[in-house]
């Protein structure tokens, strides 16, 4: 089984699990469910080996193009305890625009170019204050996140290619913070978290709003920020991305 085909298993595994144990324990505060989301994002990159002698900006060098994709998500809620797990797969290709020089090597314009990764982002919040008057809720924790990338970036032209893998995890520290309206009919959810380590860097975050038309039901929308920059072996990338999102999410 190829590691996007075991990620897809593993969370429709903890997504059925989870609608196990909410059946047997029913207790109010408790929920499981899943989302879909897309996300209309723009780019802002460059990249550069330790042979390189100047950076390749991703947009204005290699023509990479703004993009929309997707991504899902599973989460479980128990009392204060928030956990999120969500994985995303990215593919940029283009013809370079200008001549570049990539791990030592020149390439020309219209050389093809990539970029590819897998992302997977665990989240864990507990909520510090969490209180359910009459017509609102509130809560707010703070929120442990660890995200790991892992692709590669490819220059391609007649009889010559190089290519460069690139892994990182990267652990997180922020905070999570969610309002719940008439009886959480309307909902405006927000976090951020960041942190660098060994030369990694990643920053995350996003407000939503979301309104519930049907019991077990959430249409939502917002914008989201996700900043990072890996330094693995001899390559360094950095890259930003941030646009508004919209989604749909099920819950038990």
């Not at 802002?44 to 390749?56: C, R």
Request: no cysteine; net charge negative; aromatic share 12%.
């Amino acid at each position: 089984m190829t590691k996007r085909g075991t990620i897809i298993g593993i969370f429709i595994t903890l997504f059925f699990v989870g609608i196990s144990v909410s059946t047997s324990l029913a207790f109010v505060g408790f929920d499981v469910g899943a989302r879909g989301i897309y996300w209309m994002s723009s780019l802002d990159a460059d990249m550069q080996t330790s042979l390189d002698p100047q950076k390749i900006d991703l947009k204005d060098d290699l023509n990479f193009q703004d993009k929309d994709f997707g991504s899902g998500e599973v989460f479980l809620r128990f009392g204060r305890n928030h956990l999120t797990v969500s994985y995303t797969t990215l593919s940029y290709s283009a013809l370079a625009k200008r001549a570049v020089t990539f791990n030592g090597q020149n390439f020309n314009v219209s050389s093809e170019s990539r970029l590819e990764y897998d992302q997977i982002d665990g989240i864990y919040q507990y909520d510090l204050i969490r209180f359910n008057p009459v017509i609102a809720r509130f809560n707010i924790g703070p929120i442990l996140q660890v995200t790991y990338v892992d692709g590669f970036a490819e220059l391609k032209q007649s009889g010559t290619t190089e290519r460069k893998d690139f892994s990182a995890p990267i652990p997180m520290v922020g905070v999570g913070a969610g309002v719940g309206i008439l009886k959480d009919m309307v909902i405006l959810e927000a976090r951020v978290a960041g942190l660098e380590v060994s030369g990694n860097r990643a920053i995350d975050g996003q407000a939503v709003v979301g309104f519930v038309p049907f019991p077990f039901l959430k249409i939502f929308g917002g914008y989201r920020i996700f900043d990072l920059k890996v330094d693995d072996s001899d390559l360094k990338l950095n890259y930003t991305l941030d646009g508004p999102i919209a989604g749909i999410q099920v819950s038990f």
